[in-house]
């Protein structure tokens, strides 16, 4: 069974949009963190934004006012919704499920999808 799936990369100029999908299954569903993940070549893969089942949401400073992460709870879905795209955003997006550590209220992602790539050209 595939937990996470993602769809909507692709290529675009800069300052164009995309907006990232991915469905849950019954398993990750439920789950309370949802989030977005991208890997560029050579680098370390690195959060960009999650939202909790709250619906509160928390992004990494390089996408702030550009990118909106969001879910629809009743299509077991979470978007990210990304604009002004820039050359440096170029990465493969995955995104994730896990859990609450309430401790400290850092989520611990458990399940990934395969990844999706964006490819940004100045």
């Known amino acids: 069974q595939v937990d996470l799936v993602e769809s909507g990369g692709g290529s675009v100029q800069s300052g164009g949009s995309l907006r990232l999908s991915c469905v849950a299954s019954e398993n990750t569903a439920t789950k309370y963190c949802k989030g977005w993940f991208r890997q560029a070549p050579g680098k370390e893969r690195e959060g960009v934004a999650r939202?909790?089942?709250?619906?509160?949401?928390k992004y990494a400073d390089s996408v702030k006012g550009r990118f909106t992460i969001s879910q629809d709870m009743a299509r077991n879905t979470h978007y990210l919704e990304m604009n002004s795209l820039k050359p440096e955003d170029t990465a493969m997006y995955y995104c994730?499920?896990?859990?609450?550590?309430?401790?400290?209220?850092?989520?611990?992602?458990?399940?990934w999808g395969q990844g999706t790539q964006v490819t940004v050209s100045s």
């Open positions: 994730s499920a896990g859990d609450l550590h309430y401790s400290d209220a850092n989520c611990e992602y458990s399940y």
């Open positions: 939202i909790l089942i709250d619906g509160s949401t």
